[in-house]
């Protein structure tokens, strides 16, 4: 079946330290991806995306890696700050249309 | 710009009433959708609408109807309203397939 995945559903960094959230997914046709962040009580706002002919993109403060060969994606952070703290996440499109399908998340919490 | 505004922000409703959500943009885009998010889950598309004038399902389209009404507005209507439908629902809209999606702020329904 189709799904899209997260390895990690709660991640707990250190202000200042690099975070690191993972999906997976397992339809290899999906040709677009993107990260978003939901913060409580709020809509998804978009963070990043990535088509399927790139392997990397870099944003502010935030890089996406797309691995083909192992339908993996990550959202790397760096340099977290507390307003990061939200819920993550990953959606795949494969329909050449409108269905994006959504993980399940993954809570990220910055420690002081 | 107010971006994508969702009407009401909570609603109570008991089993068999039924009700509409509204939601409009003002970005101009071609696309619009509607989401459920439940607790602990990520969004699971219920309409979308990937022009003014044609509507299609998603992967939970069972209870519901849409309406494109024009560019700008996309409503979603329960005709009776079940306890299963206690969500958080989500409009979104995009200018096209391969872009990002703006999200409301949702809108709260619980059922009894």
């Known amino acids: 079946g189709e799904s899209v995945g997260l390895h990690l559903p709660t991640l707990s960094v250190q202000e200042g330290d690099n975070s690191i959230i993972n999906c997976a997914y397992s339809?290899?046709?999906?040709?677009?991806f993107i990260w978003y962040k939901q913060e409580s009580g709020k809509g998804p706002q978009f963070i990043i995306d990535?088509?399927?002919?790139?392997d990397k993109r870099q944003g502010q403060r935030v890089t996406v890696l797309l691995n083909k060969t192992v339908k993996h994606l990550s959202l790397q952070i760096a340099a977290t700050q507390p307003g990061d703290s939200a819920v993550y996440f990953c959606?795949?499109?494969?329909?050449?249309?409108?269905?994006?399908?959504f993980g399940p998340g993954t809570r990220l919490s910055v420690l002081p | 710009n107010a971006g994508v505004t969702q009407t009401p922000k909570f609603q109570v409703l008991k089993t068999g009433q039924s009700m509409t959500l509204q939601c409009a943009q003002d970005?101009?885009?071609?696309?619009m959708y509607w989401y459920r998010q439940d607790p602990g889950m990520g969004l699971r598309l219920i309409y979308y609408?990937?022009?003014?004038?044609?509507?299609d399902k998603g992967e939970v389209p069972n209870g519901y109807n849409v309406s494109r009404l024009n560019k700008r507005e996309f409503s979603l209507r329960l005709e009776s309203a079940a306890p299963s439908q206690t969500s958080v629902y989500f409009c979104?809209?995009?200018?096209?397939?391969?872009?990002?999606?703006?999200f409301g702020p949702g809108t709260r329904l619980t059922v009894l």
């Open positions: 979104a809209s995009s200018r096209g397939t391969y872009n990002e999606q703006f």
């Open positions: 970005m101009n885009h071609n696309s």
């Open positions: 959606a795949e499109n494969h329909n050449y249309g409108q269905n994006f399908v």
């Open positions: 339809n290899s046709a999906s040709d677009y």
């Open positions: 609408s990937a022009s003014e004038g044609t509507t």
């Open positions: 990535i088509r399927s002919n790139m």
